[in-house]
C-alpha cells in the first residue's frame, strides 16, 4: 500500500494541497493552471507537494493492477519486438511515435512542468509542443521540446539521459513522406535553444520530432545514421 498522505499544518496549506492535488490530476481550468505554474516557478514546496500527489496517485493506481502472465503468442512477439537484431530503418523507428503519447511521455511532462527540471535561457511562449518518447534504443531518456513560432525558436529539455559514449543527440523534422531535416545538435546541458528558418516554421504544425545519437559535429551525411532514441508528434500547447 502508499504511504498516507501527511495532513496540511493549516488553512492555507490545505488550499495549496488541494490545488497541488488537483494540478496533479489535471483537473484546474487553462487560468487556473496558468497561475499555478507561475507559483510553481517560484515556490519550491509547492513543486515538491506536486511532485508527492504525482507519487500518491501513481502509486494507487499501480497498486490496483494485477501481473498479468502473457499468452505465448504474445510473449514471443514481445521478444522479437525487443530484441530483434536486424538494424530498424529510421522510419520503422519512428512511426509508432506519430501515433500519440506513451506513459514515459507524461513522466516527463510531470517532470518538467511541476519544476523539477527549470530551463535557464530565454523564455519561450510556445505555441507548440513535443513529448519525446524514448524507443527501445533510448531507455531512460526524458525530452520535451517547446515551439515559440512568433520568436522562431524551438526549447529542448532533457530532463534524463545522456547519449552514448563518443556521441551526441541531433534534433530531426519530419513532416509527412519528406526526408528528415536536421534541426541541430543537443547542447551537453539540461536545456538547447535553437533557432528555426521560416521556411521549416511552415512545416511545424502535425510534423514529428525525433532524436537521434550521432557522431560529434552532428551527422556527415544530412540524414539521420544513428540509432533513433526518441520521438513525438508536435501538437498545440
Not at 499468452?71 to 521478444?79: D, E, H, I, M
Not at 513535443?130 to 517547446?146: K, N, V, W, Y
Amino acid at each position: 500500500m502508499t504511504d498516507r498522505i501527511t495532513p496540511p499544518d493549516g488553512p492555507e496549506d490545505e488550499d495549496d494541497r488541494v490545488l497541488a492535488a488537483e494540478y496533479a490530476l489535471g483537473l484546474l481550468t487553462d487560468e487556473e493552471r496558468t497561475a499555478f505554474e507561475v507559483r510553481l516557478d517560484a515556490d519550491p514546496a509547492l513543486r515538491a507537494e506536486v511532485i508527492t500527489w504525482d507519487e500518491h496517485f501513481a502509486s494507487a493506481i499501480l497498486d490496483d493492477v494485477d501481473p498479468v502472465e502473457p499468452s505465448p503468442q504474445v510473449a514471443k512477439r514481445l521478444q522479437t519486438l525487443l530484441f530483434k537484431p536486424q538494424k530498424e530503418s529510421f522510419w520503422q523507428q519512428i512511426w509508432p511515435y506519430g501515433l500519440g503519447g506513451v506513459a514515459a511521455a507524461l513522466v516527463l511532462w510531470l517532470t518538467i512542468s511541476t519544476g523539477v527540471i527549470t530551463p535557464d535561457g530565454p523564455v519561450l511562449q510556445p505555441d507548440l509542443v513535443a513529448e519525446l518518447a524514448p524507443t527501445p534504443d533510448g531507455d531512460g531518456l526524458m525530452i520535451r521540446a517547446s515551439v515559440d513560432t512568433s520568436l522562431g525558436a524551438v526549447e529542448v529539455v532533457r530532463a534524463a539521459g545522456q547519449p552514448p559514449e563518443g556521441r551526441v543527440f541531433e534534433l530531426w523534422l519530419i513532416a509527412g513522406d519528406a526526408a528528415p531535416v536536421s534541426l541541430g545538435l543537443l547542447d551537453a546541458g539540461e536545456s538547447t535553444v535553437i533557432d528555426l528558418p521560416q521556411e521549416v516554421l511552415a512545416l511545424l504544425p502535425g510534423a514529428l520530432l525525433a532524436i537521434s545519437d550521432e557522431p560529434p559535429g552532428g551527422s556527415p551525411t544530412g540524414a539521420p545514421t544513428g540509432a533513433v532514441r526518441a520521438a513525438g508528434p508536435l501538437t498545440s500547447s
